[in-house]
């Protein structure tokens, strides 16, 4: 028997933003050239956002994975039709549960398991059909294209920037026009990927002295609402946009001028649009950043920097006790400014 299906997909997700997105921009590669492809994204967390994000697409179906006393009558559903597994590998590690369950969807007859081995432990217990190393020399998305023969033969993806539908929610208290104001997303899961707050604060007041036709609404998570305030406190023209949903910020993207973030999940949402976007970048894992969004740029300086995507050197400074890495923290406002020059004169 032909192994796999060529119409339905079982996906693990992870649950953060920018691992939602990128999958979700696969699966938006797979439909132009399977149109009637179903989807079944298993999650463990963030199962809202997840469908959220999800929601522009009919044909994905987001479920949450259940605790042990419910995982059989779970899995016998899954196990009603033939799929292709797909093991993205993204995550440090697999819970004990997680590996049993996917041993389990492996054990289905019939079922075709694809997928990377990398950061999942996955190594010698995993019957995987076909097992891929990442590249870190090519994009996250790039890395998930070289998986489309194995399941889909003979089919041929049209070289594309990656993109992903969604139902864009404008909050009805914004005030500012379309177009005129830039996005500023500051802070993600990791500190060590952006600048010191005082950098952030001299930038903010160098984009209000020098565009001051455009407003800033910076958005950011619950966790750094008391930092950003600090940043900001007597700059005026900033919009403080924070812990608002994700379609929300998603829509204000959408229409803003420009985007300028760090690397992080919104930084992604900005990337799948296409938005115009000045990204403060690193090289610790290089093959994350939205380097496939054409309307974007990635800064990073290299001069003290040792770490060149290969996670060996050098590569970390501090300022105020606090841990940054190197080509971040070596860029200037200057550099920014430029940049956002260069990405407005652009058509």
Request: proline share 6%; net charge positive.
């Amino acid at each position: 028997m032909k192994k796999g299906s060529t119409n339905r997909i079982i996906w693990m997700s992870f649950g953060p933003i920018g691992d939602t997105l990128l999958m979700l921009a696969f699966f938006d590669d797979l439909l132009r050239l399977e149109p009637d492809m179903r989807f079944t994204v298993l999650a463990s967390t963030n199962v809202k956002i997840i469908r959220e994000l999800s929601s522009a697409y009919p044909s994905i179906e987001v479920v949450q994975i259940p605790e042990i006393l419910g995982m059989l009558p779970f899995l016998a559903k899954l196990f009603r039709y033939q799929s292709t597994v797909i093991v993205p590998g993204v995550a440090r590690t697999y819970s004990s549960r997680l590996k049993y369950f996917f041993y389990l969807l492996s054990m289905r007859p019939g079922n075709l398991v694809v997928g990377f081995k990398e950061w999942t432990g996955m190594q010698g217990w995993l019957p995987f059909d076909k097992s891929y190393g990442y590249d870190f020399k090519m994009s996250i998305i790039n890395n998930y294209r070289r998986l489309i023969p194995d399941f889909l033969p003979g089919k041929n993806l049209e070289p594309r920037p990656p993109r992903v539908n969604l139902n864009l929610h404008k909050p009805v208290d914004f005030p500012f026009k379309s177009g005129g104001y830039f996005v500023v997303h500051m802070f993600g899961t990791r500190a060590r990927y952006s600048f010191p707050p005082k950098r952030w604060r001299s930038l903010l007041y160098e984009l209000r002295r020098i565009f001051p036709g455009y407003r800033l609404v910076l958005t950011g998570a619950k966790k750094d609402e008391v930092i950003i305030k600090e940043i900001t406190s007597g700059i005026e023209g900033i919009l403080l946009f924070i812990n608002r949903p994700v379609l929300e910020v998603a829509s204000i993207i959408h229409d803003s001028a420009l985007y300028i973030g760090v690397d992080t999940g919104i930084t992604h949402l900005a990337a799948v649009q296409g938005i115009k976007s000045v990204v403060i970048g690193h090289n610790t894992d290089p093959m994350w950043l939205p380097r496939y969004n054409p309307n974007g740029v990635i800064l990073t300086n290299n001069s003290r920097c040792l770490c060149k995507g290969d996670k060996v050197g050098s590569c970390t400074t501090y300022e105020d006790g606090k841990e940054y890495r190197r080509c971040t923290y070596d860029l200037t406002v200057e550099d920014v400014i430029m940049a956002i020059h260069d990405k407005l004169s652009s058509s």
